[in-house]
Every structure is written in structure tokens, then in C-alpha cells.
């Protein structure tokens, strides 16, 4: 379902779909083996979901890209994994939940980390070049002045593709003068950002699976 809305677009339930192709990447990824790409950082073999009521962001592009995980907490094996890469110049998040599930061998149990921050919604999370690296995403999503097909090299909104990140030059991205997500749930694997300010947080350890945020 798409409409114009004050000069942007909506979509009722925003999916990524901005993973690279299978060819592009394949191209990543021998890149990645042979040393020619140098992948951020080593990112854990744990995804993390993510809800939020509201994530307005301010300068917004997405474009695919190839993170290099661990296989399993034990550390000893990495691999390649396709990622929707979104980029905030700013944004502010109101009401965000986190939470990540860890199993312990020798405890036989999951232990569940649950964060909390800007249930106060005068005073929000806020963070400055924002980058979030997708497995799965849905939201109510509205998108002002946005573009979709730009190459990545030639975008002009979002924080500057960072160096060494694993994205192609000349593939496929959008990006918009702003973007707001209602709704959100969200699975990822990394979340980097320039300053991230977690007003009212609350984190909590627990073996209950209700901890998670959704």
C-alpha cells in the first residue's frame, strides 16, 4: 500500500528489501576472504531485536552491505552475512526496548540482557550518526523527499558510508531528507553510532523469555 503523504510516502508495513543480490553478494564476500574489503569490526554470532514506539531520523539513507559474524559464542569460526545497512545523520527514538538471548553451556539456561531507555517521551533516545545493520525490519514508515535507486557513492543524504564498511560503490540504495518509523520491530546484528544518548535507561539480566522485547 503506497500514498502520498505532506510531500512524502507511506508505507503501511515497511519491510527491508535492500539486501544486495545473490551475485553482489557473492562479490562481497570473496572480496571479504581474500583481504581486498575490510569488514568493521567482528560482530557477534547474536542478533539483537529492537522495538521502538516512534524512530524519527533526519538525513536517512539504506543500502546493503556484508557483516563478518562469529558462528556461535564459542568464537573460534566467522562467516559472511548480508545486512540492510540504515543510516541517520540524526535520530530520536522514543520508547526503545532491547534485548538479546545468550545461552550458557554450563549453566544450561538462557540468559536474557532487556534494556530500556526514553519511555519518557520528553526525553527520548537521540543519537548522531546512527548506523544500523538489519536483518529484518517492520514499521509504519513515512519517508520525506526520498530516493530510491540512488548508488550508494553517489547518495548525499545519511553519515558517510564508514571506512572499510563492506557496501559496493555502485549498488543499490534510498535515502530521504527525513524518515519516520512507527511500530517498530526490528531484528539486527550491529548498531554503531557517533554519540548515542540513552536518557532513563533500565537494563535488567533474567532466564524468563518474556524479557524479550517482542
Not at 39 to 44: E, L, P, Q, Y
Not at 185 to 210: C, H, I, P, V, Y
Request: aromatic fraction near 8%; charge should be neutral.
Amino acid at each position: 500500500m503506497e500514498s502520498q503523504v505532506r510531500g512524502g510516502t507511506r508505507w503501511k508495513r515497511f519491510a527491508v528489501v535492500m539486501v544486495p543480490s545473490v551475485l553482489a553478494t557473492a562479490a562481497v564476500g570473496v572480496g571479504l576472504a581474500q583481504g581486498a574489503l575490510a569488514a568493521s569490526f567482528s560482530v557477534s554470532g547474536q542478533q539483537f531485536k529492537v522495538t521502538a514506539d516512534h524512530l524519527h531520523g533526519d538525513g536517512f539513507a539504506q543500502y546493503g552491505g556484508i557483516d563478518t559474524v562469529y558462528t556461535s559464542t564459542e568464537g573460534n569460526k566467522k562467516t559472511q552475512v548480508p545486512v540492510a545497512i540504515s543510516s541517520f545523520d540524526d535520530a530520536t527514538i522514543t520508547k526503545m526496548c532491547q534485548s538479546v538471548a545468550t545461552k550458557i553451556p554450563v549453566l544450561n539456561k538462557t540468559i536474557y540482557l532487556r534494556l530500556e531507555a526514553g519511555n519518557d517521551a520528553k526525553k527520548p533516545v537521540k543519537a548522531k550518526n546512527l548506523y544500523i545493520d538489519v536483518a529484518q525490519l517492520d514499521a509504519d514508515a513515512t519517508f520525506n523527499k526520498i530516493d530510491i535507486g540512488v548508488a550508494v557513492k553517489d547518495k548525499t543524504r545519511g553519515p558517510a558510508v564508514k571506512e572499510g564498511e563492506s557496501a559496493l560503490p555502485g549498488g543499490f540504495a534510498q535515502q530521504a531528507e527525513s524518515a519516520d518509523l512507527y511500530g517498530v520491530e526490528q531484528t539486527a546484528w550491529a548498531t554503531t553510532a557517533g554519540t548515542f544518548t540513552l536518557n532513563g535507561l533500565s537494563m535488567r539480566l533474567g532466564t524468563d523469555a518474556k524479557m524479550e522485547c517482542y
